[in-house]
């Protein structure tokens, strides 16, 4: 489950910064500077960051160490 975890965040975390990117310059849009000739590939990355916010939301509250009511680091 780390690896899951892990995984998801980083993918969140490159979502998150491809959003910024664009914001400053929508033609700044790195998924596909990164992938842009296989289009397949570009909706996959998309659906994975998708697919990867909706299982932050979900596990995020048995994951977070703030989120723990005991003060106790949470153990998986």
């Avoid at 994975?48 to 932050?56: D, E, F, I, K, P």
Wanted: charged share 10%; net charge positive.
């Amino acid at each position: 489950m780390k690896a899951i975890h892990a995984i998801a965040f980083i993918l969140v975390i490159v979502g998150g910064l491809n959003w910024g990117l664009i914001a400053i310059n929508p033609s700044w849009n790195l998924v596909t500077l990164i992938f842009g000739t296989w289009p397949v590939i570009v909706t996959i990355v998309y659906a994975l960051v998708g697919l990867s916010a909706v299982y932050l939301v979900v596990t995020h509250k048995k994951s977070c160490k703030c989120c723990d009511k005991s003060g106790a680091s949470v153990q998986a």
